[in-house]
């Protein structure tokens, strides 16, 4: 069973993201979409938001499973028995970072190999900041996520 884990905070799942999801479900039996829940960074959505939304936003891709993590994303790529781990590159600004952490995942753990997929030229210049950047100035965001997501982007800025 070939498996593979997505890390990531999700915050929240953006075209870009999903582009990566569909793609490199192709590759495997099973994807595993892992939403980080420790995350440095101050998340608009909680930990149950964002796994709800990508829940929804996956629900047509039927080898893609969604759960959340705490700690080490290696730790959790051994703990549901993958042998890959995903990340999608955008553009060189990327490049710096997730070489790091690749190389460090590997240090960590020699039988996991981190598959790199470059994103859909589309979504090259997408991120979830920007998005929420943009719906949080009343700008238009239906060309960067799903619907589910932008309502909930909407109905999270309304409470604020
Ligand atoms: O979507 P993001 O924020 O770019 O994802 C980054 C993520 C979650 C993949 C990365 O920060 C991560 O793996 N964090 C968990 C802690 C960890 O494993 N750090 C890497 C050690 S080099």
Do not use: C, W
Not at 42 to 48: K, V
Not at 74 to 79: A, G, K, P, T
């Amino acid at each position: 069973m070939k498996r593979a884990v997505y890390p990531g905070s999700f915050d929240p799942v953006t075209y870009g993201h999903l582009d990566v999801i569909r793609r490199s479900a192709e590759l495997v039996d099973e994807l595993i979409v892992g939403v980080l829940q420790n995350n440095h960074k101050n998340p608009l959505f909680s930990l149950e938001e964002r796994v709800k939304i990508l829940l929804e936003a996956t629900k047509d891709m039927k080898n893609v499973r969604v759960a959340s993590f705490d700690g080490l994303s290696i730790d959790f790529v051994r703990r549901n028995k993958a042998q890959f781990l995903v990340r999608g590159l955008r553009a060189i600004t990327d490049f710096d970072y997730e070489l790091q952490m690749a190389q460090t995942n590997r240090v960590l753990a020699p039988d996991v190999d981190t598959v790199f997929l470059t994103t859909s030229l589309e979504y090259a210049y997408l991120s979830s900041s920007t998005v929420k950047e943009v719906a949080l100035y009343g700008g238009d965001i239906s060309k960067f996520v799903p619907p589910v997501v932008a309502d909930a982007i909407r109905r999270k800025l309304q409470k604020a």
